[in-house]
């Protein structure tokens, strides 16, 4: 698989902040909010669909973000049960032409463009980014595999289809730390300094 316009790219960024204490999506880092540096970097890959899946304080956020041409946003309103929810919502909006879903998290500002590219392409059903100290996002599913996504409850995302199916998952070797997650305002201001 070659070809960019059947790639959808999902950004899952419906969660509540609790450790925060306020909407991390809209996070200031570098002048712009924490989620419009996923959008940005989603926006560049040259993909042909992109779903943006909020959740708490959707309105807020989306008065915030500003979205390329081919992305739009979607509101899980069962985003308070997990992750999952948040994932069955991000690909059940994807168009009928999209044959791999790339999964993003709206908390990982620094995710690079070209390991977007890396596994939106090449064989595989599910092709994971392997970091110098452990595997991360983003993952990209085939559809061949989307049900067995979409039958995934709670707060567990793909990790349990992982787990269960090893064999499936063809991994790309990125030299490079693993992103950080953006749980507080010191990692922003971390990220920040440090990007």
Same mark, same amino acid.
């Given at each position: ?36 540096? #996923?959008?940005?970097? @989603?926006?560049?890959? $040259?993909?042909?669909?992109? %779903?943006? %899946? ?6 807020? #956020? ?11 946003? %979607? ?5 308070? +049960? ?7 919502? $991000?690909? $059940?909006?994807?168009?009928?032409? *999209?044959?791999?879903? #790339? ?6 500002? &620094?995710? @690079? #463009? ?11 059903? *599910?092709?994971? +980014?392997?970091?110098?100290? @452990? ?18 409850? $709670?707060? &567990? ?16 070797? &990125? ?8 749980? +507080?305002? @010191?990692?922003? +201001? ?6």
């Amino acid at each position: 698989m070659a070809d960019l316009d059947s790639v959808g790219v999902v950004i899952l960024a419906a969660g509540s902040s609790r450790r925060l204490g306020r909407p991390k999506q809209l996070l200031d880092l570098d002048g712009k909010p924490l989620l419009q540096h #996923v959008v940005d970097v @989603a926006g560049l890959a $040259g993909v042909g669909d992109l %779903v943006v %899946v909020l959740g708490h304080v959707a309105d807020k #956020v989306m008065g915030a973000i500003k979205l390329p041409p081919i992305a739009r946003f %979607v509101v899980n309103l069962d985003h308070v +049960t997990g992750q999952a929810s948040s994932l069955r919502a $991000g690909l $059940g909006a994807l168009g009928p032409g *999209i044959d791999r879903a #790339v999964i993003l998290l709206g908390d990982q500002p &620094r995710i @690079a #463009v070209e390991a977007i590219r890396d596994v939106a392409v090449g064989p595989g059903p *599910i092709r994971r +980014t392997r970091y110098r100290d @452990a595997p991360g996002h983003p993952i990209a599913f085939d559809r061949v595999v989307w049900d067995h996504l979409m039958a995934i409850d $709670g707060d &567990r995302g793909a990790r349990d289809l992982m787990a269960a199916h090893p064999e499936l998952i063809h991994d790309i070797a &990125r030299d490079a730390p693993l992103p950080s997650d953006v749980d +507080t305002s @010191a990692d922003a +201001t971390e990220i920040g300094s440090s990007g």
